[in-house]
């Protein structure tokens, strides 16, 4: 479901020529001019509504595993420019393009892009990760397809951008967790069908959990959910309501609009 995001043609000549083998791509009506790969994991609506789900307020520091080309992490700056973003990205390339498109956008002060292996976010010895309960909030869009089940992207940083062993998304859950303070938001974003094995993972570190689900058009099932917890709670969980992305001529309907073109949060409490 990594839909095109409707926007508006680029308006900032002060920026270099686009690269080859990259596209420049409108977020939130133009607001934003991200570099992309032409070929590769390319970012959609899932970076969008991930980022307007997450509470940030202005000066909280926020956790990005996995952060690509940052799109996620800038659509979270456009709506809230008073924030700390950190992330962990695995590709030199798209380390590169983050910074790069953080810089284009005016958030190079902003953004933190560290390049490393999520897993060694774990270990004690690693003085380059951030410290523990540093965050107040983190988000992820963790690979969608195991290892083994799916046929491989031919192209590269797609496979490795889509990839999960069994036991990854466990570790992206762990990171999550030890890295928000107590009482900090973790928010994901992911396949409907793995809904049952996030709630297992999260069930004994997050409390309070809100799910909604994204529905392609009226009367078709959830093809993504977004799931949210807060560290050490005990509160229940609950089930929020949905969104329908397309009405029947295929267009993005008013509120899946107002979140992708005009930047409108999507709060899940």
Same mark, same amino acid.
């Given at each position: 479901?990594?839909?095109?995001?409707?926007?508006?043609?680029?308006?900032?000549?002060?920026?270099?020529?686009?690269?080859?083998?990259?596209?420049?791509?409108?977020?939130?009506?133009?607001?934003?001019?991200?570099?992309?790969? /032409?070929? #590769?994991?390319?970012?959609?609506?899932?970076?969008?509504?991930? !980022?307007? +789900?997450?509470?940030? @307020? %202005?000066? *909280?520091?926020?956790?990005?595993?996995?952060?690509?080309?940052?799109?996620?992490?800038?659509?979270?700056?456009?709506?809230?420019?008073?924030?700390?973003?950190?992330?962990?990205?695995?590709?030199?390339?798209?380390?590169?393009?983050?910074?790069?498109?953080?810089?284009?956008?005016?958030?190079?002060?902003?953004?933190?892009?560290?390049?490393?292996?999520?897993?060694?976010?774990?270990?004690?010895?690693?003085?380059?990760?951030?410290?523990?309960?540093?965050?107040?909030?983190?988000?992820?869009?963790?690979?969608?397809? /195991?290892? #083994?089940?799916?046929?491989?992207?031919?192209?590269?940083?797609? !496979?490795? +951008?889509?990839?999960? @062993? %069994?036991? *990854?998304?466990?570790?992206?859950?762990?990171?999550?967790?030890?890295?928000?303070?107590?009482?900090?938001?973790?928010?994901?974003?992911?396949?409907?069908?793995?809904?049952?094995?996030?709630?297992?993972?999260?069930?004994?570190?997050?409390?309070?959990?809100?799910?909604?689900?994204?529905?392609?058009?009226?009367?078709?099932?959830?093809?993504?959910?977004?799931?949210?917890?807060?560290?050490?709670?005990?509160?229940?969980?609950?089930?929020?309501?949905?969104?329908?992305?397309?009405?029947?001529?295929?267009?993005?309907?008013?509120?899946?609009?107002?979140?992708?073109?005009?930047?409108?949060?999507?709060?899940?409490?």
């Amino acid at each position: 479901m990594q839909s095109e995001v409707p926007s508006d043609p680029p308006d900032s000549p002060q920026n270099a020529a686009v690269p080859a083998t990259l596209s420049e791509d409108g977020f939130l009506g133009g607001r934003l001019q991200i570099l992309q790969p /032409e070929k #590769g994991f390319r970012a959609g609506i899932d970076s969008v509504f991930l !980022a307007a +789900a997450v509470p940030a @307020a %202005p000066g *909280d520091a926020v956790f990005e595993a996995g952060m690509g080309a940052g799109v996620a992490a800038l659509c979270l700056l456009a709506r809230t420019p008073e924030l700390q973003v950190t992330g962990i990205e695995l590709s030199m390339r798209y380390v590169l393009l983050c910074e790069e498109n953080a810089r284009r956008n005016g958030f190079d002060q902003n953004l933190k892009v560290i390049r490393a292996d999520l897993r060694d976010a774990l270990r004690k010895d690693a003085i380059a990760m951030p410290l523990p309960n540093s965050f107040a909030h983190a988000m992820a869009n963790p690979p969608f397809h /195991e290892e #083994g089940k799916s046929t491989p992207s031919p192209h590269l940083l797609k !496979a490795q +951008a889509h990839a999960l @062993a %069994p036991e *990854d998304l466990e570790i992206w859950v762990r990171v999550l967790h030890s890295l928000v303070m107590p009482k900090g938001t973790v928010t994901l974003i992911h396949k409907a069908d793995m809904l049952g094995k996030i709630l297992a993972l999260m069930d004994e570190r997050f409390g309070d959990i809100r799910i909604s689900p994204l529905h392609p058009r009226h009367g078709a099932e959830a093809s993504r959910v977004l799931v949210q917890g807060i560290k050490g709670s005990k509160a229940p969980m609950q089930l929020r309501h949905g969104l329908v992305l397309h009405d029947a001529s295929g267009q993005f309907t008013p509120e899946a609009e107002a979140v992708l073109r005009n930047g409108v949060a999507f709060p899940l409490r």
